[in-house]
């Protein structure tokens, strides 16, 4: 009852669909409507990208210190325009052969927030006829802006405005609702996910819907959280259908325009780390979702945590594409999730394509809560982080981060993956930022292969006895990073890999580590890698481009061997997945050099190189 493949009977829904021809501008947060993160250009390419350098650089202008502001956009290029995301949330045009600014629309209107700005991952162009539309989102706002002028469509919702608080089928009084991934466009629809937080106070709930793209019109909504007769409603216990939050789609959705579909990875219910309330497997929280864009009708699901109180969410778009297994091509969904496992899919029917086994996992010893006895556990590929934290896991660069991290550990309740959360504290590993993130992966089509960038982060969760009055039986008392004396990773490095995957075998062509920290090096502690925020990009030259490290690098690997062939030390963090595109006869690499992460500092700036 927890896994259905459902093969949908629907004239709209196409068996046989071909991929389309790869563009040379990057029109898509993801690349393309299927997130591959893959560009056919080859103008930079093995032999000559030890000679790229910058060419150009924007600065927003609205980056702040307090508080700290990042960048988490990547560009998208449609028809010889750039459109980005500032640290304040602003929409701007830009020249992708200068740099230069074209317009800004400012959701503010000149006005600074107090609050923190959020983030946003990117925006959406769509286009019908003369129609030409940016859809971008500030928090709960979502905005229809004129792509060539900048200004508001006054036809679209409240004069060019949509608020996504509104027509959620949930009582949203006193609830929160944020939206930071780029929205999804399907013929005259767009999609949106969002939803709200981790709790253990009443959060909204993540429910998919499909609006007009024209006047703003709730077309169709798919409840995260079934309803009394819809189906997986059965998986909630009692009346907490009602009052649960969560399940929301926060790090972005992917289409198949041919076939009609689209897919999201959803996150865990709220309260993330107690479900004694919603005890059942909780659909569809934790589930690679397949939905009939058209109708919003459910075509199969995969849940990949049941009943989830370890806040392991799918981080990241599902990644469509056509692989290669057995000589034979097949349209795949490929899913990265913070535990570290990489699902294979069949797109039109949701079955694995590598054996998954349910195996046992502990009892909960937290009154009141009843843990799902099993999860499932996919034999391939292997995982591309750590599961679990043993004593030997304890980092060794020096013996006062030993000695540090080891009473911790001693005061904590440790195992493998799925240990459950306790009331004295349990270490979380890979921890909630992952593994694998939002930046998800990148699929390379000659090769046959992804690539993913991971990490080795621990987590702290303690429980406590909520106060008398507050609603809700447990809250949180802790669930911060775990690090040595020095705020480092608590875990023995490295700390960050790429990894290159064949996706014929499952198995890894090559695994690199990814990064260091400057000071450590200087101390003899080399090759640690770093923590990484966003993703991977890859290109017919035969390139992988990824940044994110916090020795501020952007690197260019070998597709083929994983050796590092350039890179380039940022002004700040370059917390972002880069973007590539050709203009002018030229091939650009653009990163977002925003900072702003884990006390770096922040900034303001695009970078475009080229040869």
């Not at 060419?55 to 988490?72: K, L, N, V, Y």
């Not at 907490?240 to 959705?253: I, L, Q, R, V």
């Not at 390379?444 to 690539?451: A, Q, V």
Request: some cysteine.
């Amino acid at each position: 009852m927890l896994r259905r493949d459902f093969l949908a009977a629907s004239a709209a829904v196409s068996l046989q669909a071909a991929p389309s021809a790869p563009s040379k501008e990057w029109r898509v947060y993801g690349g393309d409507d299927g997130a591959s993160r893959y560009s056919a250009s080859r103008v930079i390419n093995k032999k000559n990208v030890a000679k790229l350098k910058p060419a150009w650089s924007h600065h927003t202008e609205d980056a702040s210190t307090r508080p700290a502001t990042s960048i988490e956009c990547t560009p998208i290029v449609v028809d010889g325009t750039m459109y980005v995301t500032t640290p304040q949330i602003k929409t701007r045009a830009i020249d992708p052969l200068t740099g230069k600014t074209k317009w800004t629309f400012d959701p503010l209107r000149g006005q600074r927030s107090r609050s923190a700005p959020g983030v946003s991952r990117g925006v959406t162009y769509w286009q019908q006829g003369k129609e030409k539309r940016i859809f971008s989102v500030f928090r709960d706002q979502l905005y229809s802006i004129d792509a060539v002028t900048g200004e508001l469509d006054d036809k679209f919702a409240a004069k060019g405005i949509l608020d996504l608080k509104l027509e959620l089928d949930h009582d949203m009084t006193g609830l929160s609702f944020r939206h930071t991934s780029p929205v999804v466009v399907f013929e005259d629809l767009v999609i949106v996910g969002g939803g709200g937080g981790e709790g253990p106070y009443p959060e909204a709930p993540g429910h998919i819907r499909a609006y007009d793209a024209r006047t703003g019109k709730r077309r169709w909504i798919f409840h995260t959280v079934p309803k009394p007769g819809e189906f997986g409603h059965e998986t909630w216990s009692g009346d907490s259908w009602k009052t649960t939050g969560g399940t929301n789609c926060w790090a972005g959705m992917s289409l198949d325009p041919k076939r009609g579909i689209v897919f999201a990875g959803i996150g865990s219910p709220s309260f993330d780390f107690y479900g004694g309330n919603r005890k059942g497997a909780n659909l569809f929280g934790n589930c690679v979702l397949a939905l009939d864009a058209r109708t919003g009708k459910r075509v199969w699901h995969f849940q990949t945590v049941h009943h989830d109180v370890w806040d392991y969410d799918l981080p990241a778009q599902p990644v469509l594409i056509t692989i290669r297994q057995k000589g034979k091509p097949v349209d795949a969904v490929i899913q990265p999730t913070k535990q570290g496992f990489i699902y294979f899919f069949d797109r039109a029917t949701g079955k694995p394509l590598f054996p998954v086994e349910e195996r046992p996992i502990p009892k909960s010893d937290v009154e009141g809560e009843e843990l799902w006895p099993t999860q499932p556990f996919p034999l391939k590929p292997p995982p591309v982080s750590k599961q679990g934290f043993a004593e030997a896991d304890i980092t060794d660069i020096s013996p006062e981060a030993h000695a540090h991290v080891k009473k911790i550990f001693d005061a904590s309740r440790t195992g493998g993956l799925f240990t459950p959360v306790a009331k004295g504290g349990v270490l979380i590993h890979p921890g909630f930022r992952g593994g694998p993130l939002w930046g998800g992966l990148a699929f390379d089509p000659e090769r046959n292969r992804i690539f993913v960038g991971s990490d080795e982060w621990t987590n702290r969760v303690v429980l406590g006895d909520a106060e008398p009055g507050a609603g809700y039986r447990y809250s949180l008392l802790e669930r911060g990073p775990v690090t040595d004396h020095e705020g480092y990773p608590a875990f023995r490095p490295p700390w960050g890999h790429m990894t290159a995957i064949d996706c014929d075998s499952g198995d890894f062509v090559w695994r690199v580590v990814n990064g260091e920290f400057p000071e450590l090096k200087q101390r003899g502690v080399k090759k640690t890698g770093t923590p990484s925020h966003g993703g991977a990009i890859c290109t017919a030259g035969g390139l992988v481009f990824k940044a994110g490290t916090f020795d501020k690098m952007i690197r260019a690997f070998d597709s083929d061997s994983g050796e590092v062939l350039w890179e380039y030390e940022l002004p700040s963090g370059g917390f972002a997945t880069p973007c590539t595109y050709e203009a002018g006869g030229k091939q650009y690499v653009v990163i977002a050099s925003g900072g702003g992460k884990d006390g770096s500092a922040a900034n303001d700036e695009f970078i475009a190189f080229s040869l």
